[in-house]
């Protein structure tokens, strides 16, 4: 019977680990399709000096891609889990901060330019949603739990 | 364990920082990547009807009476203080406010947007906007409202937007 609900478990690791993967693939691309759009909205929030809106405006687009990649193909999964959980952290407190003082901003997310989707709690609370597989996935893997050596079944 | 999550998110970011800036500097429209301007310029340059105006030329417009000054403010702003004559159009209220704005403004006449603060985008997306929706001659005013005052140029506080009597 153990091994049994283990194995559900592991079906649900492994889709959850490939939809976050394949949810931040497609987040990533749109971004690198159009940086100069991306980085106006990294230059919209407000929050980052302006001197590295345009470096992060770069760079984060392809670790969403390449850390997308890697949960899917479940190449370097914990890495790339964490790097991913750090991401949405990010996320959360950009949007929120900015919920909080009123800009009316587009969220950059999955779609860019004056015509994109705007900051909104529904933006928020996708975020904070995206966080629970991503934390999952980083401290608990199908056969070993981050913090133990041995798996929930006692394997 | 952790050592490893740790010594796993290392190896990646090594490899994927050196990838985006290769990928980048070898794309066409990559972005330069401390200008510091870019940012904002990318999106004046690809709409060319849309510019900032310089504060001296502001001034003459605003003296010549043939422009109408928008604050994009949020309306607690505009009540407390605004260029005298300017009407409300706050950017995160803009579906709210526009059908009142058009009822007071002809596409024909000349615009000019402003918000407060240097880095503040509101007065350019009401540009963008406003552009979109017909009006020709668009500009907005960088840290216009500091600057106005700044300069004691005519201000007005209270409001008469019609918006708020309806």
């Not at chain 1, 009316?104 to 996708?126: A, H, M, N, P, Y």
């Amino acid at each position: 019977m153990k091994s049994e609900n283990a194995g559900r478990w592991d079906w649900l690791h492994l889709l959850l680990r490939i939809l976050l993967g394949v949810i931040f693939i497609y987040a990533g691309c749109i971004k690198l399709i159009d940086p100069g759009a991306f980085a106006q909205a990294v230059y919209n929030y407000k929050i980052l000096p302006l001197l590295m809106v345009n470096p992060v405006a770069v760079i984060l687009p392809w670790i969403e891609v390449i850390c997308g990649v890697f949960l899917v193909t479940g190449f370097l999964t914990r890495g790339s889990a964490l790097i991913i959980d750090c991401l949405l952290l990010i996320f959360v407190f950009a949007l929120g901060f900015n919920l909080y003082r009123g800009l009316d901003i587009s969220c950059g997310c999955f779609t860019l330019g004056s015509g994109g989707e705007k900051i909104t709690l529904f933006t928020l609370v996708r975020d904070i949603s995206l966080l629970i597989p991503g934390i999952w996935i980083l401290i608990c893997k199908p056969e070993k739990c981050l913090w133990t050596t041995t798996c929930d079944n006692g394997k | 364990m952790l050592k490893s999550v740790l010594k796993e998110t290392v190896i990646i970011l090594m490899v994927v920082i050196p990838l985006a800036l290769l990928a980048n500097s070898l794309r066409p429209d990559g972005l330069d990547l401390f200008n510091i301007k870019a940012p904002v310029l990318h999106l004046v340059e690809a709409n060319n009807s849309i510019s900032a105006i310089p504060l001296d030329r502001a001034i003459e417009k605003y003296r010549e009476g043939k422009t109408l000054f928008v604050d994009t403010r949020h309306p607690e702003g505009y009540l407390t203080g605004h260029i005298s004559g300017a009407l409300n159009l706050p950017d995160q209220l803009f579906d709210e406010y526009i059908d009142n704005f058009l009822s007071r403004a002809d596409p024909d006449m000349e615009i000019v947007t402003y918000c407060d603060g240097e880095d503040c985008p509101l007065g350019f997306n009401v540009a963008e906007k406003l552009y979109q929706l017909g009006f020709e001659r668009v500009f907005y005013l960088t840290n216009g409202w500091d600057r106005w005052q700044e300069n004691s140029l005519p201000s007005a506080t209270g409001g008469d937007q019609r918006h708020h009597e309806e």
